[in-house]
């Protein structure tokens, strides 16, 4: 067995031996059959949280009205989750009531995609009631069950679908896709946290352009913050090729810059209810694109954006402009070595400096000097030492 499934498997034996069955389940027997490297291992069991609670000793309950109780084993935490059906959607949302079932196979059914739906017992045998194997090799994105339905069920598995198009460079099965296009109006019904988890996933994923197409395609897009129309916009996005160097912030300031929003993308942003300082990141290195968009970096450009962010720019701004030759960014680290200061904080000189040599009260006076001091430090018109500056600052009676 698959190292990473072993040492999951006593927690398999100690649930039997307690009289309950126990199955490995979801992404990571998914994964297993795909050949791709294993993430964190779900296991699905006819135990109750409580009967899981008592069989080991170090849990931790993260969700036990779903039945989910995390089992801490050798160090490493396992979502151990009791056989469940989900009853009475009544907001197509999560369901308002589970209930727990003794049978692996209904657990199975009530899971998003048959992919999903595919249990491994103690003995690496499979159990795949739904045809998931068969799609796993045909490459298909498959609701179990009808996809109607389940999408009026819990309409983030919508954006689910997407996000593994993204991640697996699966098609979507016909009828599956149908649905897609008919039910994005529900999305509205679900909480922009779970959307964004799903959205970020999609952002990163290897064939994440091919999944903004099937955003952009199924309608979907229009039930996602600041999308609403912006068909052309996010058409040029995916039209972009993207390599996974692109971080995930990155790839946002893309899309905002090719989505040109009328309201301000802060506002957007906020409405994603992505974490402030994300928010201020990707603000941030949509400003600097839209500088490098009409100037070429300078000096004090340099200094105030900082290296990291400069590149960062300079990255994206060659990806708009179709531009293949990296050298740009080697002429831009250079040159940011070669600034005589990185920060204000390497600068030789402080307020109380500045506060000794002038015969004047304490003001905002004392940052403008210091703010010019910084500047001629940048541009090398004098050189970063206290009495160099002093002296430069009178000589060009800078006050
Ligand atoms: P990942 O590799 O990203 O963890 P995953 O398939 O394991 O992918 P999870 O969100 O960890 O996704 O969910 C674990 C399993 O729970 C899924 O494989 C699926 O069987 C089931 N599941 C998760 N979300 C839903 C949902 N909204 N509706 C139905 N089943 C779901
Ligand atoms: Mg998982």
Same mark, same amino acid.
């Given at each position: 067995?698959?190292?990473?499934?072993?040492?999951?498997?006593?927690?398999?034996? %100690?649930?039997?031996? *307690?009289?309950?069955?126990?199955?490995?389940?979801?992404?990571?027997?998914?994964?297993?059959?795909?050949?791709?490297?294993?993430?964190?291992?779900?296991?699905?069991?006819?135990?109750?949280?409580?009967?899981?609670?008592?069989?080991?000793?170090?849990?931790? /309950?993260?969700?036990?009205?779903?039945?989910?109780?995390?089992?801490?084993?050798?160090? !490493?935490?396992?979502?151990?989750?009791?056989?469940?059906?989900?009853?009475?959607?009544? /907001?197509?949302?999560?369901?308002?009531?589970?209930?727990?079932?003794?049978?692996?196979?209904?657990?199975?059914?009530?899971? /998003?995609?048959?992919?999903?739906?595919?249990?491994?017992?103690?003995?690496?045998?499979?159990?795949?009631?739904?045809?998931?194997?068969?799609?796993?090799?045909?490459?298909?994105?498959?609701?179990?069950?009808?996809?109607?339905?389940?999408?009026?069920?819990? *309409?983030?598995?919508?954006?689910?679908?997407?996000?593994?198009?993204?991640?697996?460079?699966?098609?979507?099965?016909?009828?599956?896709?149908?649905?897609?296009?008919?039910?994005?109006?529900?999305?509205?019904?679900?909480?922009?946290?779970?959307?964004?988890?799903?959205?970020? %996933?999609?952002?990163?994923?290897?064939?994440?352009?091919?999944?903004?197409?099937?955003?952009?395609?199924?309608? !979907?897009?229009?039930?996602?913050?600041?999308?609403?129309?912006?068909?052309?916009?996010?058409?040029?996005?995916? @039209?972009?090729?993207?390599?996974?160097?692109?971080? !995930?912030?990155?790839?946002?300031?893309?899309?905002?810059?090719?989505?040109?929003?009328?309201?301000?993308?802060?506002?957007?942003?906020?409405?994603?209810?992505?974490?402030?300082? @994300?928010?201020?990141?990707?603000?941030?290195?949509?400003?600097?694109?839209?500088?490098?968009?009409?100037?070429?970096?300078?000096?004090?450009?340099?200094?105030?954006?900082?290296?990291?962010?400069?590149?960062?720019?300079?990255?994206?701004?060659?990806?708009?402009?179709?531009? %293949?030759?990296?050298?740009?960014?080697?002429?831009?680290?250079?040159?940011?070595?070669?600034?005589?200061?990185?920060?204000?904080?390497?600068? @030789?000189?402080?307020?109380?400096?500045?506060?000794?040599?002038?015969?004047?009260?304490?003001?905002?006076?004392?940052?403008?000097?210091?703010?010019?001091?910084?500047?001629?430090?940048?541009?090398?018109?004098?050189?970063?030492?206290?009495?160099?500056?002093?002296?430069?600052?009178?000589?060009?009676? @800078?006050?």
């Amino acid at each position: 067995m698959n190292p990473v499934f072993e040492e999951a498997l006593p927690i398999l034996h %100690k649930i039997e031996k *307690a009289g309950y069955e126990a199955y490995f389940v979801g992404g990571s027997v998914r994964d297993l059959l795909m050949g791709n490297e294993i993430s964190d291992i779900d296991i699905a069991t006819s135990a109750t949280p409580q009967e899981i609670k008592t069989i080991f000793s170090r849990t931790v /309950d993260v969700g036990i009205e779903h039945g989910t109780v995390v089992v801490l084993f050798n160090g !490493l935490p396992y979502e151990v989750t009791t056989f469940r059906t989900e009853s009475a959607y009544a /907001d197509f949302r999560r369901p308002d009531h589970v209930s727990f079932v003794r049978s692996l196979e209904e657990d199975l059914k009530r899971r /998003d995609f048959t992919m999903n739906a595919i249990a491994m017992d103690k003995s690496g045998n499979i159990i795949d009631p739904y045809g998931g194997r068969k799609d796993i090799a045909d490459k298909v994105i498959r609701t179990v069950g009808s996809a109607k339905e389940r999408f009026q069920e819990d *309409a983030l598995r919508m954006m689910r679908a997407v996000r593994f198009v993204s991640q697996l460079d699966f098609a979507i099965e016909p009828l599956t896709y149908q649905a897609l296009r008919l039910y994005g109006h529900l999305l509205k019904k679900i909480s922009i946290e779970r959307i964004a988890v799903e959205f970020e %996933k999609m952002l990163l994923g290897k064939s994440s352009q091919l999944a903004m197409k099937v955003l952009v395609d199924t309608v !979907l897009y229009n039930y996602l913050p600041g999308f609403y129309n912006k068909r052309i916009g996010l058409i040029n996005y995916y @039209q972009k090729e993207m390599n996974e160097k692109i971080t !995930l912030e990155e790839r946002w300031v893309l899309l905002f810059y090719y989505l040109s929003l009328t309201e301000q993308p802060e506002t957007v942003l906020r409405a994603w209810k992505l974490p402030v300082k @994300q928010i201020k990141r990707i603000i941030t290195g949509l400003n600097w694109l839209k500088f490098r968009l009409e100037n070429d970096w300078t000096k004090t450009e340099l200094y105030q954006a900082t290296e990291e962010i400069a590149i960062s720019t300079e990255k994206l701004y060659n990806m708009i402009k179709d531009k %293949k030759l990296h050298s740009s960014l080697a002429e831009i680290k250079k040159k940011c070595r070669q600034l005589p200061i990185k920060t204000r904080k390497e600068l @030789q000189i402080t307020g109380n400096d500045v506060l000794t040599w002038y015969d004047r009260r304490r003001g905002p006076w004392v940052g403008e000097v210091i703010e010019k001091a910084e500047k001629g430090v940048i541009l090398g018109k004098v050189e970063n030492r206290k009495e160099a500056i002093k002296e430069w600052l009178f000589k060009c009676n @800078q006050m």
